[in-house]
């Protein structure tokens, strides 16, 4: 049985951000679209607020007058519910409250035809739950749209207990037709997106709490790596209110599992209502004396003192992109760096003191283990080869000695990174946040919840992140992955860091 949904009448329940998006792109594809919301003449609001917009796509020649008029007519404001029994879909937008969505449901149920198809754009709110009391409630699927609706091209297609299959794939094929990119996935909580993303957040946060550095440096750092915006500036933009509410409510449903814990950091900013960007004022300042981010802890570096020595240790793209800046670094004195390709660490050893990629151990923990004073541990660089001007988070060993307090830094700078002081934490920046993004994602497929393809385009997509998790762990490799998360594992000792066991299983030798 397949469900024909393209052109057909609908419905938009709830004409707020979510809501006045949704009936613009479907009426652009063609929809005849009635919009209705519980307060009087929002929906009205809705409707000549889009055709504001409309008129500067007109004046900006991205839209013609007339097809601007088309669209506008095919959206009709309604003051109550029983005009829309001929609707063959309703899409709910309204406020995220599990008992009014319940009820909203089964009142629409009382309306329309049992063939109509049911959609929620809930972003937290079970889509089984919402269904539980329905008369039929396979047809309840959850069509979560990204904000801006118009901008956005993800759409996480939600399948609760019941959804009938073929009512997803309808809803599935009709995103598409909208032009949007479509994803499958389960009713568990955050669904992809907003649980993938978790540990971008949670990261930094965690960082913040044990004083490792300031969040200018943590923004750097993750920009760096090809991300549009640190994860302290995006929670300023998304506001740290609603980050929270959604890492409560992941942390929540999900039987309070420390993975996905709340901070105290973000706790105490929501209660001291530094909101972010909205309220002026959150990890940065944004208003009066001193607004905007403050400057990175810089230090200009001297070029480094003669070596006797480079020896550029490891195998792979960090390891090759190291030699490359190794060599150019001394090319001035007309000499290169020797390769230790077996080597079972990577970086660049100088005269005998180490600078080291991290695999998630501490500088400290590497200094004791080899016996060395000076060993300086490097963060993962996001890009290869990193581009001049790279922020590059490093940790300096507690008994390192002074030169090489000077001197580590001076090298990676001559290597083309702008070096970045952290505490001595294990996997750095850019390291864990990543590892611990595949880690979520590698749950999140062995658990049924989306596809390696879908989890790669929902991050892509619904985030804007450069890669999608899995993307990035073919750039990395599980095994490595893995090292990391159980070095951070041993370190914090928790089940926050525990391996998934899909990426264990990704690093088992073949
Ligand atoms: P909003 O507050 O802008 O709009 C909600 C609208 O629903 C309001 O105009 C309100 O009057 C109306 N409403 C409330 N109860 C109603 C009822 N019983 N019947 C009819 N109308 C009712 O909220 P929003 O940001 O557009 O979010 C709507 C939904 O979309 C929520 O479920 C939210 O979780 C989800 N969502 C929001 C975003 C986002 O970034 N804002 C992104 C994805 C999904």
């Known amino acids: ?54 008129e500067g796509l007109v004046v900006k ?85 990204f904000n801006p609706v118009p901008l956005m091209k993800l759409v996480e297609v939600v399948s609760g207990l019941q959804t009938d299959p073929h009512v997803a794939e309808a809803v599935f094929d009709l995103a598409k037709a909208w032009g949007k990119v479509p994803v499958r996935t389960k009713s568990t909580p955050g669904f992809i997106v907003n649980r993938i993303a978790r540990p971008f957040y949670a990261e930094a946060l965690a960082l913040l709490l044990e004083q490792a550095a300031a969040p200018q440096v943590l923004d750097a750092c993750i920009r760096a790596a090809g991300f549009r915006m640190g994860p302290c500036e995006l929670m300023d933009l998304i506001g740290h209110d609603t980050n929270f509410a959604v890492t409560s409510s992941v942390y929540e449903a999900n ?61 792979g793209s960090i390891a090759d992109a190291l030699e490359q800046a190794a060599t150019k670094a ?31 151990r501490c500088a400290d923990e590497l200094a004791a283990r080899w016996g060395l004073r000076d060993v300086v541990v490097f963060d993962r660089p996001g890009v290869l080869p990193p581009p001049a001007g790279t922020a590059l988070a490093y940790a300096t060993a ?35 946040t990543i590892a611990m993004l595949i ?14 393809t879908d989890a790669d385009a929902s991050m892509r997509l619904g985030v804007n992140y450069p890669r999608g998790p899995f993307e990035w762990l073919a750039w990395w490799n599980a095994r490595e992955v893995v090292a990391l998360l159980d070095a951070l594992d041993a370190h914090y000792r928790g089940e926050r860091y525990r391996a998934s066991p899909w990426l264990r299983r990704a690093a088992a030798p073949t």
């Not at 209502?273 to 570096?301: C, E, I, N, T, W």
């Not at 020797?338 to 998630?360: E, F, M, N, P, Y």
Request: proline letters at 5%; aromatic letters at 6%; hydrophobic letters at 45%.
């Open 1 to 54: 049985m397949t469900i024909q949904l393209r052109g057909s009448q609908m419905l938009v329940v709830g004409a707020g951000i979510m809501g006045a998006g949704i009936a613009q792109v479907a009426a652009q594809a063609g929809h005849a679209v009635l919009l209705f919301d519980a307060r009087e003449g929002v929906a009205r609001e809705a409707k000549a607020a889009l055709e504001t917009t409309f």
């Open 61 to 145: 020649g991205k839209l013609t007058d007339e097809a601007a008029q088309t669209i506008l007519s095919r959206i009709e404001p309604i003051a109550a519910l029983e005009v829309a029994t001929h609707v063959l879909l309703v899409v709910e937008a309204i406020v995220e409250n599990l008992e009014l969505k319940r009820g909203l449901f089964q009142q629409l149920e009382s309306l329309v035809s049992p063939q109509c198809v049911l959609a929620t754009n809930t972003s937290s709110i079970s889509v089984t739950a919402i269904a539980n009391g329905l008369e039929h409630p396979g047809r309840l699927v959850g069509m979560h749209f």
């Open 255 to 315: 039987f309070y599992d420390a993975r996905y814990r709340p901070s105290l950091v973000q706790r105490e900013m929501v209660d001291g209502g530094l909101l972010g960007r909205k309220s002026g004022r959150g990890f940065y300042h944004y208003q009066g004396d001193g607004a905007g981010v403050p400057p990175l802890p810089m230090a200009l570096h001297d070029a480094p003192a003669t070596a006797r020595e480079v020896v550029v240790h490891g195998e």
């Open 330 to 360: 001394l090319a001035a004195q007309g000499w290169g760096p020797a390769r230790a390709r077996d080597s079972d660490w990577t970086g660049v050893a100088i005269d005998g003191a180490r600078l080291v990629l991290t695999d998630g």
């Open 398 to 432: 507690g008994a390192a000695s002074q030169a090489w307090r000077t001197q580590a830094p001076a090298w990676l700078a001559a290597f083309g990174f702008v070096p970045l002081p952290l505490a001595d934490a294990p996997g750095l920046v850019v390291a864990r």
């Open 439 to 452: 880690n979520e994602a590698a749950d999140a497929v062995q658990q049924g919840v989306c596809s390696v």
